[in-house]
């Protein structure tokens, strides 16, 4: 699959490097504020606002949530960890995606506001999204989900919930952080120039988990689990054009050895954070596979 973003995908890249602010220059307060305001762009690009029959913040498991509700709502409950390298983003940055969720499935998403690094290092955010999942796999039919950071605690709370016999239906990982101890040939081959850098990654990785030894930890890094058996089915969404991209195939293909059902699904020619853009073909596309798969499961 070629290395190589198409013109849409270009063009987008450059304008963005345009307003992003250099994380070396940039304080985290700085940096939370930017993916704030890019996340309420034009509606072309990051989709439209799509109304739900409810929308309310509340607490479940002592951690703040956001509950969506699509009108005539189905059995079962996603939910949703929003990416932003442990350090970034909330409910608000990832309103559309999580709206688009929740109308493609008809079920309600909870979506996360889990406690961020560096004022909450590892392994809060872990232990946040597993107390909000256990508590509602104990009422209703639950799928994990969540895109890149939030693709971690997804893919950790769906290793947890099998080893500790928490009930999940399926995990659904976008363009995930699985491996934080490895820099795959993709850290390389996209460094730079493709939105998310390979020096990103590693400014997230300082502040979520200082002590490097610990990266390894199954809580950290899901790829070095000791074993995925009974883990449930997954599916994989990877960007071709991501630092991250390895990782994601590389766990894809530990799943499916290990005798877990996976879906691999790779984009070719976009960047990390596609799916977020629910204005775009690429991301709506997306969202709409996502949904027809998990249509049986639930």
Known sequence: MADT???KWKTLTWLSSLTMPKAENTTVPQSREWMRKS???PAFVVGSHAPLASVRDEQIAGVKVRRYVPAGAKPGVLVYFHGGGFVLGDPDTH???VRALALATGREVVSVDYRLAPEHPYPAAVEDCF???KALAGQHRVVVCGDSAGGNLAAVTANRCAAEGVPLVAQVLLYPMTDSATERESYATFATGFFLTRDNIRRFLDAYVPEVAR???PDCSPFHAKSHRGVVPGYVLLAGCDVLRDEGRAYANKLQSEGVE????EVPGVIHGF???QGL??????????????????
């Open 95 to 97: 309103d559309s995606p």
């Open 215 to 217: 990266r390894a930890e």
């Open 131 to 133: 107390a909000v999942t």
């Open 5 to 7: 973003l198409t013109l």
């Open 39 to 41: 996340s309420q762009g």
């Open 275 to 277: 799916f977020s853009l």
């Open 281 to 298: 073909s690429e991301g709506k596309a997306a969202t709409s596979r996502v949904a027809a798969w998990l249509a049986p499961r639930w």
């Open 262 to 265: 996976t879906l691999l699904d």
